[in-house]
């Protein structure tokens, strides 16, 4: 899909050292906006249990799903094929938000809900054929602060930071092709989080 430039204004500092680009860029949404935002996605957004091939084995996640793009689509991961549905007013306004705060543009969003910081997703890269190669994944979180981890898959390089309520992580480039990432479970954190990925699918 046609690309715009990325930020009105200089970038915030690359995170990592090499092989790829993730800008921290804080909170983007006011704590009143974000906490309305959290509530919404919580009530409104179609959540669903997620169905995952792991080891062979079929599981079903505590985390609850749900998907969005500009028209149905099919989208393949861990073993399981979702369809999308067309965006509800709710994410089209957070499209946007995120769209005018990155200057990247996006047909599609993954949303996540964690009930607590018990439940995370463990080392992966966002690398799923129907995904542009190279696109821009922007990461917006709504809720409990938690930690984000990066590792390079060849040298184990990690890089760790909080990702606030409210606030935006990009990720592009060469980053799904050399780095992992995570969310850590951890006890410390009893707070849900709503995590919104925005993406660009392949065209075509």
Request: aromatic fraction near 10%.
């Amino acid at each position: 899909m046609e690309q715009e430039a990325l930020f009105d204004t200089p970038p915030p500092a690359n995170l990592l050292p090499h092989d790829g680009e993730a800008f921290y860029l804080g909170p983007v949404l006011t704590e009143r906006e974000a906490s309305a935002y959290f509530t919404r996605c919580v009530l409104e957004l179609d959540w669903a249990h997620e169905r995952v091939v792991m080891f062979g084995r079929d599981i079903i996640t505590r985390r609850k799903v749900a998907w969005y793009a500009d028209a149905p689509a099919t989208y393949t991961y861990s073993g399981q094929t979702k369809r999308a549905r067309v965006w509800p007013a709710l994410l089209q306004a957070l499209k946007e938000r995120v769209e005018r705060a990155s200057g990247a543009r996006f047909d599609s969003c993954l949303c996540n809900l964690y009930h607590s910081g018990e439940e995370g997703m463990g080392w992966h890269s966002d690398d799923e054929r129907e995904l542009a190669e190279q696109g821009i994944i922007a990461s917006l979180t709504l809720g409990g602060e938690r930690r984000f981890s990066f590792k390079h898959k060849a040298s184990g390089e990690r890089v760790s930071l909080l990702l606030e309520h409210g606030s935006l992580l990009i990720m592009q480039g060469a980053t799904q092709t050399h780095w992992w990432h995570s969310l850590p479970k951890t006890k410390k954190c009893t707070d849900a989080r709503v995590n919104l990925t925005f993406r660009q699918l392949r065209a075509g």
